[in-house]
């Protein structure tokens, strides 16, 4: 069981940093809750605290496994074995605001909540059942490994929500008491057959081959794509021991291949087409299924060298290169149809990385002073090979033909003269650019400056006919007059990297691991989301002289109300965390008898830091947001700083 | 039960191991061997469980009717159709991509554009919705009402064919009427899910459009008599005969408000219009919205009185001035105009606060208070609000009746064609009717009467003529019936700012699809797509 309330981060954000959340009300509204419910004059926003205090939403998990196996050896070289699993998970949440609750409203005061109770009951539960049959087999250098299996596989997800409002009583956390109620239920049901041939071949433990090949019959896909084929093949070459292999300061010395190919499914509801009741006798049109829908087919090669010199050091270096064909993007559905969406498998991606990692004891003292260093590195490419529509801006994303899914597209604030619309061509003059880099008019005769001084701020300028406000940036447009569009940045870093270091000397221990990037950018959408809100610390003109400062509105604009993806707001995405440091010290009972004394042999400190630290000139929230390809910070709860200590008490 | 696997090294284990595989293998081929693999959708019911069905085809049916209502309900598109028409005026940032000046290109790149993306797509869920249960009917034979010998195929049968047609029709028309291109939907092309088709010009879909509403006038008159179920069109029963007239309405509407420019206006064929408008609406056509009915709430309604960041354009009372306030707001460059008050003897239009309900001629308020997002342009806030539909429960949007076609339109109709015609004293006849009774004097076959009282006034300030006060009697009366009109009004007027869209792109969304190339309309004084100077009213 767990109190899941938790405020917006937001929230948390928006109210300014020098506001006391613990400011004690001089006449609290709320029995129980000693602090002021909107602590800061300026905005309106709830304090978190008491969000969390009048939260009362609790989730309950269960889950249970059954498990059911058994071998059959009728020989030293042939088994059958069965496997039957279930799995069932429970989850029932419930959301709750009594009646009577004060709530902040849009004006800053308190209105009593009439009440709202949501109860969520999910319960999902699987079934899979394998049978195999394995035969291995040694003859003379030759190894055999060669196994049949079948597989069944089963798993639905029933969920129903029912949600209470209005309630006409205070005091009980009753569905029975909200006057307006109102259920929701939905079902999904899947369902796989399964055909796994898998077969392992080494010879003289130095040629190793590995293969599988799956056949699969899955509920997922329409009648046409219901059956497809997978598999892997993989080759292993332990060069070093071959009797003429020369470089025998390596221990190991490995060459390996493999070539897979997976499928990657789509959701339950892909294929129907989707239309359902709007509750007062109508029936409304929702997704467009896609019968025809097939698995993302993801074939991906892997070449790579192990070794390992004189036991000391070893490393890796592996080339990936991937191709996914009938990738999933959800598209509109062609407006004829009725529908708003559609599934469809059209575009074709590709990537390939190349990693590398070193792992060696740098220092091996007798005298129990041990230092070993694991340094990892990659580098990473993606492309899009093919999309399989007319070219589209997704978000961040320009999905394209030839366009890497790495790439950031967006607009841009004019920031050089020569990117003025064409009208203006003889009245640059009528333009300044001011202190953040931004072309903004500012008419004859004035600067960027005089907004204070001559009253300018809040006025219009008409030039060459376009009307502009005073002083304010503007959005880049195409000769055309549309906005400017075009690459504004790069998720993808020129490396990455990490550093793990391990100490030891006698009992102590000391661990401390490194994580970063060098280059790529991160959209700092945190940032634009508090321009646009007049939350940004840069919005504060406090402490600026009089032709420095600039109105909300001005901010406002330079986000452009975060309706768009400005490329002011790419940044850098170096940076370096300390992701982890850990000291530890054991105490042994040979040494310090007193723990013998509290019947104790040994006894174990550890203290474990994660998250400690990011080094970098990133101005937003967290430098490590999104994905790897499409990298975004946007304000959502970053990744948490723990301090964990540990004793370990051995009898 | 999980068996140590050391277990099966002996005997003994070996047999239980042998007993577990045989049970859990067993359990494995059973579950196998039933599970099949054509998995239906528990969720949501599809083309087989919808028009396979009488009843669900019905509530399909319903459902299309909706979707065809939601478009001039929602505040995506009514607001930016009436922005572009200069009735009403937005300082809101999400609105000034049609309210600014100059004009500006629509964002048609915008997956949620507000004007280019609701007028494409949702009249197209309910002309599919309506063709899939054309071809269900038929198709699967379904039958509604009564079965008996007298009516074998269910006495309710014809009409919601008909219903069907003149959904198709309905959305067709809309289409053509506010686009440069569409698909033709039709009940002739078979088959459900129907998503690869070219477009059309308009001309060819507004063809279609007619025929349809041809083809279901004829099905109607020849079908017994019948009413549609107050859940059609919600609360509202509606006879055979009375979706006869609506049609032929909407015949008229096809005509009048086609044309793109003020020339091809002028070439309609105002004999046939006159004529047909006898066989129009008699009452208006329109649906009550009612919160405990989905999809029936206008959006619409409500933001005819909005009064912080949408207020009436001032191109749409300044004709009513007679202070000179409006000449000399159009005579300032738009970064030194802001919102003005005006003078009138128009009743109508009231400078003082009005009792709400309105219960007299005044629908018209000033509001002293300057317009929110001012910032945005001063040019653009005003100091007036519409509250004729704006009750003292302020919920007139979610209980009123949402009207779609109004006797009133056609009566100014009449009023044009008359004009057309050079039938001028009967055309003043039709606009007295409202125009006396606000305070004005009466219009003459030579237009309102000169003097300091003279409304409406021409840009210059110089009295009207009968044309002018036929343009502003219409917007006057109508609004807020029908946001389109407005701007199709204003099109064919030749009321549209410079650089306004004669017509809206096919939404980009569309465009990516089905893999056309991008574009878009507005900005640009483009003279087949944006509208030109000269022009009635320049900024």
């Known amino acids: 069981m767990q109190d899941v309330s938790a405020p917006s981060f937001n929230n948390f954000y928006r109210i300014d940093t020098d506001v006391n959340l613990r400011e004690l009300a001089p006449f609290p509204a709320v029995n129980g809750f000693p602090y002021v419910i909107v602590p800061d004059s300026v905005t309106l926003y709830t304090n978190p605290l008491y969000s969390q205090y009048i939260g009362d939403n609790v989730v309950t998990r269960g889950r249970t496994l059954l498990n059911a196996n058994g071998v059959y050896r009728p020989t030293s070289w042939f088994s059958i074995a069965a496997d039957a699993n279930y799995d069932r998970g429970d989850n029932n949440q419930t959301t ?22 949501r109860v969520e009951n999910a319960t999902n539960e699987g079934f899979i059942g394998t049978v195999t049959g394995s035969l291995s087999k040694s003859i003379g250098d030759l190894t055999l490994r060669l196994s049949q299996r079948g597989e069944v596989r089963k798993e639905t997800n029933n969920e129903l929500a029912t949600t209470g409002t209005q309630f006409g009583t205070e005091g009980l956390k009753a569905m029975s008491q909200a006057t307006v109620r109102t259920t929701a239920n939905s079902l999904t049901d899947y369902r796989v057959l399964g055909s796994i041939t898998s077969l392992g071949v080494s010879f003289k ?165 041990r230092w070993d260093v694991l340094l990892t590195a990659d580098k990473a490419w993606f492309s899009t090979e093919r999309f399989g529509r007319t070219c589209f801006d997704d978000g961040l994303q320009f999905k394209c033909d030839g366009v890497p899914v790495s790439e950031m597209w967006g607009n841009m604030i004019i920031e050089d003269k020569s990117q003025l619309p064409a009208v203006h061509a003889n009245s640059q003059a009528l333009f300044d650019i001011n202190d953040d880099g931004y072309v903004v008019p500012v008419g004859a005769g004035n600067t960027w400056r005089d907004g204070i001084a001559k009253s300018l701020w809040g006025t219009n300028i008409n030039i060459d006919g376009v009307n502009y406000r005073w002083g304010h940036p503007i959005p880049r447009r195409t000769p055309d007059g549309v906005l400017w569009y075009g690459k504004i940045g790069d998720s993808r870093p020129d490396l990455r990297y990490g550093l793990q270091n391990n100490f030891r000397y006698g009992n102590l221990r000391f661990y401390v691991q490194m994580n970063g990037q060098l280059g790529g950018n991160v959209y700092a959408k945190s940032n634009q989301t508090y321009y646009a809100s007049g939350d940004h610390p840069d919005v504060s003109q406090a402490g600026k002289p009089d032709e420095l400062k600039k109105p909300v509105s001005y901010y406002n604009a330079a986000s452009n109300n975060n309706n768009l993806y400005l490329k002011r707001f790419v940044q850098s995405g170096t940076h370096l965390q300390l992701a982890e440091l850990m000291v530890g010290y054991t105490l042994d009972a040979s040494r310090f008898r007193f723990l013998e004394r509290v019947g104790f042999s040994r006894a174990q400190f550890d203290f474990i830091g994660r998250n400690l630290g990011v080094f970098s000139n990133y101005t937003g929230l967290n430098v490590m947001g999104g994905s790897p390809t499409v990298r975004i910070d946007d304000a959502t709860y970053p990744q948490t700083r723990t301090l964990t200590g540990v004793i370990t008490l051995t009898f | ?128 919705g309506a063709r899939e249960s054309f071809i269900g009917i038929t198709t699967n034979n379904l039958k509604f009402g009564t079965v008996n010998t007298a009516n074998p195929n269910g006495v309710d049968t014809p009409s919601r064919k008909i219903f069907a047609r003149f959904i198709i029709a309905a959305s067709q028309l809309q289409l053509a009427l506010l686009h440069d291109q569409a698909y033709i939907t039709d009940t002739i092309t078979p088959g459900f899910n129907q998503i690869v088709q070219d477009f059309s010009p308009w001309p060819e879909v507004l063809e279609n459009a007619k025929a349809q509403l041809r083809a279901a006038i004829a099905e109607a008159r020849s079908a017994p008599n019948f009413t549609l179920p107050t859940l059609f069109v919600n609360g509202v029963a509606v006879t055979r005969d009375e979706l006869v007239r609506v049609m032929y309405s909407m015949l008229v509407r096809a005509d009048v408000y086609s044309p793109r420019t003020p020339a091809q206006r002028a070439a309609v064929n105002w004999q046939a219009v006159l004529a047909r408008l006898d066989s129009g609406i008699v009452r208006d056509f329109g649906h009550i919205a009612d919160p405990a009915v989905a999809s029936t709430a206008s959006a619409y309604i409500t933001n005819s009185f909005a009064q912080n960041t949408v207020r009436l354009s001032n191109r749409f009372i300044g004709p009513a001035d007679t202070s000179q306030n409006y000449q000399n707001w159009l005579g300032r460059t738009i970064a030194t105009r802001n919102s003005i008050q005006i003078f009138t003897p128009d009743r109508r239009i009231s400078n003082t606060t009005l009792t709400i309900p309105i219960t007299g001629p005044g629908r018209i308020q000033r509001v002293t208070s300057t317009m929110g997002s001012a910032a945005n342009g001063a040019y653009l806030t005003s100091q007036y609000r519409h509250v004729r539909y704006l009750n003292q429960a302020a919920d007139s949007g979610s209980r009123t009746f949402v009207p779609m076609i109004t006797v009133a ?39 309102p009467p000169a003097g300091r009282d003279c409304v409406p006034r021409k840009d210059d300030g110089t009295c009207g003529d009968l044309f002018d006060a036929i343009q502003y009697e219409k917007r006057m009366e109508l609004f807020p019936s029908s946001a389109e009109i407005n701007y199709l009004d204003a099109r064919g007027w030749g009321r549209l700012l410079p650089g306004t869209p004669l017509h809206i792109p096919v939404v980009g969304r569309e465009l990516i699809t089905r893999r056309f190339d991008f574009y878009t309309f507005g900005g640009t004084e483009d003279a087949q797509n944006s509208a030109q100077l000269p022009n009635a009213h320049r900024p």
């Open chain 1, 205 to 369: 433990e130095r040629y190793i081959g590995d293969f599988l090949l799956r056949r699969e019959g899955n509920s997922l896909f329409g009648a046409a794509n219901r059956w497809n084929t997978f598999g892997r093949a993989s080759a292993a070459w332990l060069l070093s021991e071959e009797s003429w292999f020369p470089l025998t300061d390596f221990n190991v010395f490995k060459l390996r291949y493999s070539y897979g190919v997976t499928g990657l499914n789509p959701g339950f509801s892909s294929q129907y087409e989707s239309m359902t009741s709007d509750g007062t006798g109508a029936i409304r049109r929702g997704s467009l299924g896609n019968i025809n829908i097939t698995p993302t087919f993801t074939v991906e090669e892997e070449l790579g060298l192990d070794v390992a010199y004189k036991s000391r050091l070893s490393g890796t270096l592996t080339f990936v290169r991937n191709r996914s064909e009938d990738v999933f993007v959800s598209v509109p559905a062609p407006a004829v149809s009725g529908y708003q969406t559609q599934v469809t498998n059209p575009a074709q991606l590709g990537g390939s990385i190349i990693e590398l990692t070193l792992q060696g004891a740098i220092l091996a003292n007798p005298k129990g002073l």
């Open chain 1, 96 to 117: 709750y605001t009594p009646r009577g609750t004060p709530l902040v409203t849009g004006t800053g005061g308190l209105s009593p909540s009439l009440g709202s109770l």
């Open chain 2, 409 to 447: 339109e056609m009566k100014f109709i009449r009023a044009e064609a008359l004009f057309r015609l050079n039938r001028r004293a009967e055309a003043a006849a039709l606009l007295n009717e409202t125009r006396v009774p606000a305070g004005l004097r009466p219009v003459t076959a030579d237009g």
């Open chain 2, 1 to 128: 039960m999980t068996l140590p696997a050391s277990r099966s090294a002996t005997p003994r284990g070996r047999r239980t191991g042998a007993r577990a595989a045989l049970a859990a293998g067993a359990l494995a081929l059973t579950v196998g061997g039933c599970l099949d693999l054509d998995v239906t959708d528990p969720n949501n019911l599809g083309i087989n469980t919808v028009f396979n069905n009488a009843a669900n085809t019905e509530a399909a049916l319903i459902g299309s009717f909706k979707a065809y209502t939601l478009t001039m309900r929602g505040t995506c598109a009514s607001l930016p159709l009436e922005i572009y028409a200069n009735v009403q005026t937005s300082t809101a940032a999400a609105y000034l991509e049609f309210s600014q000046e100059p004009r500006i290109p629509i964002n048609n790149r915008d997956n949620l554009n507000c004007l280019s993306r609701y007028i494409f797509n949702q009249y197209y869920e309910a002309a599919a």
